[in-house]
């Protein structure tokens, strides 16, 4: 949706590894912000966008107007409700319907081999790869890594929002994840524990949701032997961030 940064760019140069043509889409899409979310405030800085793209060599930037996108009369939606209502679907009905709607269309329009997305946005990955699943779109999708800044707060456009008070206060979210993931790693299975250990670390936020989930179903798990996704959103101040790790399934399960 604009805005970019680093953690954009990382998918534009994954793209470019692997793939002769690379087209980067640019368009905040209307449907997926609920009536008293930040739709008008959200970072539109397309000129700079411009010539970030330009600078990584894309090859076409798709910039539609949202009367492109949808014109008047349009009533079509693609919706994926199951693991569509869970986690940042839960608590904005609508999201992933806007989400899956104008990805579907921006896949109809560019013809992808490949989609390369953020493993920051875990459930919009989860989303978009049921979709594919369900509906035979002949394209891979190819999850990036989450890059962060250097005290481990999780690139996002949302963060140019923050104050600098609420940017020191940001970090809690990513830092609450890595006590999870070195819990794991120091042999901790059990999710109530972890659960606990995580939500602890959550101060000075107000939580959306802390949750340990399936990464493909989005449900919760009983034990992350299995592999788990660590996923959880908070408001601080103004600004509602996400953030996530991955736990990885043990060999063997």
């Known amino acids: 949706m604009g805005a970019l940064h680093e953690g954009h760019l990382a998918l534009v ?7 002769d043509f690379v087209v980067a889409t640019i368009f905040v899409n209307p ?12 970072p539109r800085t397309f000129e700079a966008d ?10 076409v930037l798709f910039a539609p107007a949202r009367e492109e996108m949808y014109p008047v009369g349009a009533e079509t939606w693609v919706d994926v409700p199951g693991v569509g209502g869970r986690l940042d679907g839960a608590s904005r009905p609508g999201h992933f319907r806007g989400v899956a709607t104008v990805v579907t269309k921006l896949f109809h329009i560019v013809g992808p081999d490949r989609a ?27 999850v990036c890594p989450t890059v962060r800044e250097r005290d481990g707060l999780a690139m996002s456009s949302r963060n140019r929002n923050l104050s600098a008070d609420e940017r020191e ?14 819990a794991v790693e120091a ?22 949701y802390s949750e ?3 990464p493909r179903s989005l ?20 600004t509602r961030l996400i953030d996530n790790v991955v736990i990885e399934a043990e060999v063997g399960r």
């Open 187 to 208: 042999g901790l299975r059990d999710v109530e524990v972890l659960l606990g250990m995580l939500r602890d670390e959550l101060r000075g936020v107000r939580v959306d």
């Open 219 to 238: 449900e919760a798990v009983e034990d992350v032997r299995g592999g788990a996704l660590v996923a959880v959103a908070a408001w601080v101040g103004g």
């Open 212 to 214: 340990i989930v399936d």
């Open 116 to 142: 390369f997305f953020g493993q920051k946005d875990g459930a919009q990955v989860a989303v978009i790869q049921a979709m594919v699943r369900d509906l035979n779109f002949d394209v891979e999708i190819v």
């Open 50 to 59: 411009c010539q970030m793209l330009t600078r990584e060599g894309v090859d």
């Open 13 to 19: 140069r994954a793209a470019k590894a692997s793939c």
């Open 169 to 182: 206060r940001a970090v809690v979210l990513s830092g609450a994840l890595g006590r999870v993931e070195r």
């Open 31 to 42: 449907t997926q912000f609920g009536p008293n979310e930040d739709f008008e405030a959200y």
